[in-house]
């Protein structure tokens, strides 16, 4: 049976002639569609990767063709509609970088039949993108050396951002180093004296110099870096 169509059934009885009966039915118009995201419509992703939104639309019985117009609901402004793929309208592919980290997204996304235009057969269905912090790593540079007991120790630390994304995060990176050394690498560790005060504080630079009287031939350093990133 097509949608929309009128119907008409008569009921003949052959034993008792001329006995009928008739009824006319209609078929609903069956013009609504049902969208469903894949992965639900609360999703938490990465911003250092590439991301894949996915909506299917679907209806009870047959669909034909259709056409699907994306917006934004809410989270730092982006045009939707510039990662559809052309291929399936209902997907977003979007590219790395493109969010904003430590931030929540809404899209919605409104599906119809072609030539079908009245609000009530319009599907419509938002979608929630939590979008998850920075993440990143201490990294030293120039480590795990042999070093010239009699040339200053000279260290680079570094904040190092998982996936290549620049960062838009503005607060100010901040560096602590902490050193404890040994007679031998085969000695248990101390604390290392600290006459200038290089080690346990916090700064701005990421450069550590360690003047040569604080070690002398044939001991081992170890020294550790804290990176913080605002408080």
């Not at 034993?15 to 992965?39: H, Q």
């Not at 996915?54 to 509609?81: E, T």
């Not at 997204?105 to 993108?129: C, R, W």
């Not at 020294?223 to 605002?230: E, F, W």
Request: with cysteine.
């Amino acid at each position: 049976m097509e949608p929309n169509v009128q119907y008409t059934f008569r009921l003949s009885d052959s034993i008792n002639a001329g006995l009928s009966v008739s009824f006319v039915t209609k078929t609903d118009k069956d013009l609504s569609l049902t969208i469903e995201f894949n992965g639900g419509t609360s999703q938490t992703l990465r911003h250092f990767k590439d991301n894949l939104i996915r909506a299917n639309a679907y209806s009870a019985h047959c669909i034909g063709a259709y056409q699907a117009v994306w917006s934004q609901v809410s989270g730092p402004a982006l045009d939707p509609n510039s990662f559809v793929n052309p291929d399936y309208p209902l997907w977003l592919q979007i590219p790395k970088c493109t969010f904003a980290p430590n931030n929540v997204y809404q899209f919605k996304v409104s599906v119809n039949l072609l030539g079908v235009t009245q609000a009530s057969y319009v599907s419509e269905m938002t979608i929630t993108l939590n979008i998850l912090p920075e993440q990143y790593s201490a990294s030293v540079f120039y480590g795990d050396r042999d070093q010239f007991y009699t040339l200053p120790l000279s260290l680079r630390g570094a904040l190092t951002l998982e996936g290549g994304c620049p960062s838009l995060d503005p607060t100010v990176v901040t560096y602590k180093w902490t050193c404890e050394k040994a007679s031998s690498l085969y000695l248990d560790y101390e604390v290392c004296d600290d006459p200038d005060g290089l080690f346990g504080v916090t700064r701005t630079s990421p450069l550590l110099v360690v003047p040569t009287t604080y070690y002398t031939k044939d001991q081992a350093m170890r020294l550790t870096l804290t990176v913080t990133k605002g408080s």
